[in-house]
């Protein structure tokens, strides 16, 4: 490499190839109808589920079941408690301004 145009365009590319072996881009479909505490991992944990019903496997299928059920109960809980924490700063945000 001769110029610095050269040795940039060559870091570039050599990060840009890293990144697409160690961090792929991965496509999912987020519908307007989803939850907004919807994840993708949450959605993969479902796509197994019904896959393990769909196939009979009884015991993958309860424990999934179950691990989709604690997972679902943890996030919603996050999802609002995030919520009203944020009302609560933008509440004293606005009563500081006064």
């Known amino acids: 490499m001769q110029n610095g145009s050269e040795?940039?365009?060559?870091f570039y590319?050599?990060?840009?190839a890293l990144l697409d072996k160690y961090l792929p881009?991965?496509?999912?479909?987020?519908y307007s109808s989803d939850k907004p505490w919807v994840?993708?991992?949450f959605k993969q944990?479902?796509?197994c589920r019904e896959y393990a019903f769909k196939v009979c496997k009884a015991t993958e299928y309860r424990r999934l079941r179950n691990q989709i059920q604690r997972l679902a109960k943890k996030l919603r809980l996050n999802y609002y408690k995030r919520k009203v924490d944020y009302l609560y700063s933008a509440s004293a945000h606005m009563v500081a301004e006064g």
Request: proline content about 0%.
């Open 13 to 16: 590319s050599a990060i840009v």
């Open 39 to 41: 994840t993708t991992r």
């Open 7 to 10: 040795m940039v365009q060559g």
């Open 45 to 47: 944990l479902i796509h």
């Open 25 to 30: 881009i991965t496509e999912y479909q987020v």
